[in-house]
């Protein structure tokens, strides 16, 4: 596969030739750049961009999304949850996925084993989330949450360094 191959050491870690992350960039800087665009600027055929965006979306390696400021669509309350469990961590990291608040979950090393990023209409339904649905998890030892009063900053443009 073009501009994609699997490192020996790690099955999951996919190794990207410069072409594919240049193309990840231009992406990164506007996802609804043309592909007539972005094969200009590295030297393919529009088709040989599309092939390999194809493979990088199919390989799991990149994503293309709308990103909303959630405010603006009626979800004037987030936070980040730190979660302790006691014993396996995956049952509860697999339960958080599944809510449909929660739109980030992290395992973690230091003072809490899992971090979760819920985005909830307002006070309520983040009280509820809180103590009807995350604490009462089996091995939810303990949370600490983190309501967000203002977002500094929230970019995906960060590159393939």
């Given at each position: 596969?073009a501009?994609?191959t699997?490192?020996?050491?790690?099955?999951h870690?996919?190794r990207?030739?410069?072409?594919s992350?240049?193309?990840?960039?231009h992406l990164?800087?506007?996802?609804?750049?043309?592909?007539?665009?972005?094969?200009?600027?590295v030297?393919?055929?529009?088709?040989?961009?599309r092939?390999?965006?194809q493979?990088?979306?199919?390989?799991?390696v990149?994503?293309?999304?709308?990103?909303?400021?959630?405010?603006?669509?009626?979800?004037?309350?987030?936070?980040m949850i730190?979660?302790?469990?006691?014993?396996?961590?995956t049952?509860?990291?697999?339960?958080?996925?599944e809510m449909?608040?929660?739109?980030?979950?992290?395992?973690?090393?230091?003072s809490?084993?899992?971090?979760?990023?819920v985005v909830c209409?307002d006070?309520?339904?983040?009280l509820?989330?809180?103590?009807?649905r995350v604490?009462?998890?089996?091995?939810?030892q303990?949370?600490?949450?983190?309501v967000?009063?203002?977002?500094?900053?929230q970019?995906?443009?960060?590159?393939?360094?």
């Amino acid at each position: 596969m073009a501009g994609v191959t699997r490192s020996p050491n790690n099955h999951h870690e996919a190794r990207l030739d410069d072409v594919s992350k240049a193309i990840i960039e231009h992406l990164q800087e506007d996802g609804r750049q043309s592909y007539a665009t972005i094969a200009k600027s590295v030297g393919l055929s529009e088709a040989a961009v599309r092939q390999r965006v194809q493979r990088l979306l199919d390989s799991g390696v990149m994503q293309i999304v709308a990103v909303t400021d959630p405010l603006q669509v009626g979800f004037r309350r987030q936070a980040m949850i730190g979660i302790r469990v006691d014993g396996d961590l995956t049952a509860v990291g697999d339960a958080l996925t599944e809510m449909p608040e929660v739109d980030y979950v992290v395992t973690t090393a230091g003072s809490f084993d899992l971090l979760a990023e819920v985005v909830c209409e307002d006070d309520d339904q983040l009280l509820e989330l809180l103590t009807k649905r995350v604490r009462t998890l089996p091995g939810v030892q303990s949370t600490e949450t983190f309501v967000y009063l203002k977002l500094n900053k929230q970019h995906y443009n960060w590159g393939t360094r």
